[in-house]
């Protein structure tokens, strides 16, 4: 747990105007829908709904001054911890003051019926445990990212917040007060006194409903025992069980329940660089995201998720009928919608000015060879460790392998999805070899139907063309793309997806190669822009997913020792709660969307491969 100081002359809950907290001082509530991210000083600050790529209710952390907030705290001078209650996504924000400690208890209940769960309740409790502290609250939503008016007036005893498009009921057990937009509240608690407030979507069949402090009770406890009962189906038991099961519940917090999706972040726009332009709107499926998180929960036996991510695949992503990006889109919405249009918010500044703000994608169009493997490899999987897969699916996946031996040696946008123009990718050849290697031990192990002898011979051709233009020699590495000398953090999956044996003298010099150019006190940069130009301006972090995936490349050479101390490094780069985003500045800070499944997933296998080398 970190102490965040609030500054002595304010009390917590009053923010500056302009004023944002870093990335990393917030933590994750959700149910299976959408999140909110609540700060280190009580303030949620990033909220969607009804769903992950909804238009945003509260966006403080893309304008203080335009975005609006949920503001909760002390309302005199204080310092803050926060913590998960154990095991579980409900998250505590304690409060220490001169006459006494308080705490808000935030989470989003994930059960109860069709009706309840329209509510996509919001649940704050607030309760002094130690002495009195007085509080205050500000509700100030700004609908369609601070783009669409609204009004606000009291039906009762409830603040109703009333938009075109949407209309939210905020209930409290203390009295409300409105004034053009906002609702507040003030109020003071002794010890063993309690206040809870409660933000329910409504509209149609669901109209506001208080939420009494025994309401309360019965919502927490439940909320607390539906995530104790998923964790539970966890097999880990490693040395660092903590941080995995955190990542595991943060992974489980970035699925849609309805159908199965999982998506790459919950945000949108938060900046790899502060002040720069590389913001982007991740809220959507990452076919490559989400089929690595399969074989993360995969590894510590949640097949219930791979499965409903089998069936979103099934649905929504079988082969289509040859549009420019191939017979699947590298991302799809949560609903499987492939129409993603990207556009530029310009009325919001964005973190700390980093502007611009993005909402939809325009990288869904690039052609991304890799994710055929990424997505066969997670099929192959399943089928070994979970469920078998059906006909029908098996005819997917000879469609999709066909297509892969007739265009895999087409340049692309490769992984990282730069819009420099496309090139001969190492690591989407690399990927359209797992695709038909995957597919080819799926057909030999159940005794499948598939044109083996075709199937081979493109398997091997790719292999021969990766040892031939991939290599270097005048850098002793495998490079990234086909007769270049960049190197790239890609080819550490290499010896991952069993291309290469992990202890090849040709891998081993590239792994020296990457060490001395990309790593950086065990943190690895994905490439270096100046070399390998992107298409984009500025600079970026260290990129997680491959600090995990530099760990267990290490591990799998037999680096061991230096394998636990770069993971060890690692985890002293997670925010307070273990949360990471998709990349670390150089001072140490997380920058871009947060959190990102893609580091969360890197972090689950690099802990398995390493504890199971470590014996």
């Not at 965040?4 to 149910?31: F, M």
């Not at 154990?86 to 989470?107: A, C, K, S, Y």
């Not at 009333?162 to 009921?169: A, M, P, V």
């Not at 709660?577 to 990349?583: C, N, R, T, V």
Request: charged share 25%; hydrophobic share 40%; net charge negative.
């Amino acid at each position: 747990m970190s102490t965040t100081p609030i500054d002595q002359d304010e009390p917590a809950a009053s923010r500056r105007p302009g004023r944002y907290l870093p990335i990393a001082e917030h933590g994750l509530i959700g149910d299976l829908r959408s999140v909110a991210l609540v700060g280190t000083d009580g303030t949620i600050d990033w909220y969607c709904c009804p769903a992950f790529d909804a238009p945003s209710v509260f966006a403080a952390i893309l304008d203080a001054e335009r975005g609006g907030c949920f503001e909760l705290a002390a309302a005199v001078p204080a310092q803050t911890k926060q913590f998960y209650f154990p095991d579980t996504n409900v998250l505590i924000t304690r409060f220490f003051t001169e006459d006494g400690v308080g705490e808000v208890q935030d989470f989003m209940p994930v059960d109860g019926g069709s009706v309840e769960a329209e509510r996509h309740r919001l649940i704050r409790r607030v309760v002094c445990v130690r002495g009195s502290i007085p509080f205050r609250t500000r509700v100030a939503p700004r609908f369609d990212y601070g783009a669409e008016p609204h009004t606000v007036r009291m039906v009762g005893d409830v603040a109703v917040f009333e938009s075109e498009k949407l209309s939210l009921g905020l209930t409290s057990t203390v009295p409300l007060e409105v004034d053009d937009l906002d609702a507040h509240a003030e109020f003071k608690l002794a010890q063993g006194e309690s206040a809870v407030f409660a933000l329910d979507q409504v509209g149609g069949e669901v109209t506001p409903r208080r939420c009494a402090h025994s309401e309360a009770e019965a919502q927490f406890n439940s909320t607390v025992a539906y995530w104790r009962h998923w964790l539970s189906a966890s097999k880990y038991r490693g040395r660092w069980r903590e941080m995995v099961h955190r990542s595991a519940l943060t992974l489980k917090l970035l699925t849609y329940a309805p159908t199965g999706a999982i998506v790459a972040a919950p945000t949108t726009s938060l900046p790899e660089q502060i002040g720069g332009e590389r913001n982007w709107d991740y809220r959507y499926v990452w076919v490559r995201d989400a089929a690595f998180c399969v074989y993360a929960l995969l590894r510590l036996g949640f097949t219930s998720e791979a499965e409903a991510f089998m069936n979103f695949v099934t649905r929504h992503i079988t082969p289509g009928d040859g549009k420019p990006s191939g017979p699947l889109q590298i991302m799809y919405g949560i609903d499987g919608r492939a129409d993603l249009p990207e556009r530029e918010l310009g009325h919001l500044e964005g973190h700390l000015g980093s502007a611009p703000v993005r909402i939809g994608n325009a990288a869904s169009d690039q052609l991304q060879l890799d994710i055929y493997g990424a997505l066969i490899d997670s099929i192959y999987l399943y089928d070994k460790w979970a469920e078998p897969i059906s006909s029908d699916q098996w005819d997917d996946v000879c469609a999709l392998v066909d297509w892969v031996c007739e265009h895999w040696d087409q340049p692309d946008e490769g992984i990282w999805e730069t819009r420099g123009g496309r090139k001969n990718f190492l690591y989407s050849r690399l990927m359209c070899w797992v695709a038909i290697e995957r597919a080819i031990r799926m057909a030999n192990r159940r005794g499948l139907p598939a044109d083996l002898p075709r199937w081979q011979a493109c398997r091997d051709t790719i292999y021969r063309r990766i040892m031939k233009r991939g290599w270097s020699e005048t850098r002793q590495a495998f490079v990234q793309h086909e007769d270049g000398d960049v190197l790239d953090a890609a080819v550490l999956m290499m010896p991952l997806s069993k291309f290469i044996a992990p202890t090849d003298p040709k891998w081993l010099s590239t792994l020296d190669a990457l060490t001395q150019e990309l790593v950086s006190d065990s943190l690895v940069y994905r490439y270096d822009p100046g070399a390998s130009p992107d298409g984009l301006r500025g600079d970026e972090g260290t990129f997680s997913i491959c600090s995990f995936w530099y760990v267990e490349a290490m591990v799998r050479a037999g680096r061991v020792d230096e394998a636990r101390l770069a993971f060890e490094k690692m985890l002293t780069y997670a925010n307070h709660l273990g949360l990471y985003a998709e990349e670390i500045s150089h001072t140490g800070e997380q920058q871009g969307n947060f959190p990102q499944a893609f580091t969360h997933l890197a972090l689950i296998s690099a802990a398995f491969n390493l504890d199971r080398a470590l014996g």
